[in-house]
């Protein structure tokens, strides 16, 4: 068991700041060799708070879905843009594409050294989610991204693309 708070770990993002991510995909090492196990997260229980960059003086929303999925840690949450200044901030870098990234803030309880550095992480408490620029595991990363900008360009572009279409006569 570790005493030592760690940080770890996709993100999507509606215009309302609903946002899901995958926190810390399974099957696949971290930066630093570190792999976490499916049933590693048995003891998260949501709300969980939702910083910037690990800062604990930084909060911007809330986790209120925490859910071990068989690809990893599938977490869905609410980024507090009506109410706090950051979180208006954070949500424009993440629906510009700026910010991707997600990772997690915990505690080891159970882990083994593998073989070539880092650990087989089995049970850890699950302190904090953050957004981040680059996660500590590459795979984490916004999992859906929906904003009323895309969805305007996207039809003006298929407007454009219909009315340079000349139908045969």
């Given at each position: 068991?570790?005493?030592i708070?760690?940080?770890?770990?996709s993100?999507?993002?509606?215009?309302?700041?609903?946002?899901?991510?995958?926190?810390?995909?399974f099957?696949?090492?971290?930066?630093?060799?570190?792999?976490?196990?499916?049933?590693?997260?048995?003891?998260?229980?949501?709300?969980?708070?939702?910083?910037?960059?690990?800062?604990?003086?930084?909060?911007?929303?809330?986790?209120?879905e925490?859910v071990?999925?068989?690809?990893?840690?599938?977490?869905?949450g609410?980024?507090?843009?009506?109410?706090?200044?950051?979180?208006?901030?954070?949500?424009?870098?993440v629906?510009?594409?700026a910010?991707?990234?997600?990772?997690?803030?915990?505690?080891?309880?159970?882990?083994?050294?593998?073989?070539?550095?880092?650990r087989?992480?089995?049970?850890?408490?699950?302190?904090?989610?953050?957004?981040?620029?680059?996660?500590?595991?590459?795979?984490?990363?916004?999992?859906?991204?929906?904003?009323?900008?895309?969805?305007?360009?996207l039809?003006?572009?298929?407007?454009?693309?219909?009315?340079?279409?000349?139908?045969?006569?």
């Open positions: 068991m570790s005493d708070f760690e940080l770890k770990a993100i999507g993002v509606d215009d309302a700041g609903a946002i899901t991510a995958m926190a810390w995909p099957g696949a090492a971290d930066r630093v060799g570190d792999v976490i196990h499916k049933g590693a997260f048995a003891a998260a229980k949501p709300p969980l708070p939702m910083l910037f960059g690990h800062q604990p003086n930084d909060p911007i929303g809330v986790w209120n925490i071990e999925a068989p690809d990893g840690l599938q977490v869905k609410q980024l507090l843009i009506d109410d706090v200044p950051r979180a208006r901030e954070v949500h424009a870098l629906r510009s594409g910010l991707r990234g997600i990772s997690i803030g915990f505690q080891t309880k159970q882990a083994k050294p593998r073989r070539g550095g880092g087989d992480i089995t049970a850890l408490d699950l302190v904090e989610i953050s957004l981040v620029t680059v996660p500590m595991h590459p795979g984490a990363r916004i999992t859906s991204s929906k904003s009323a900008a895309a969805a305007i360009a039809a003006e572009a298929i407007n454009r693309a219909a009315a340079a279409l000349t139908l045969p006569r």
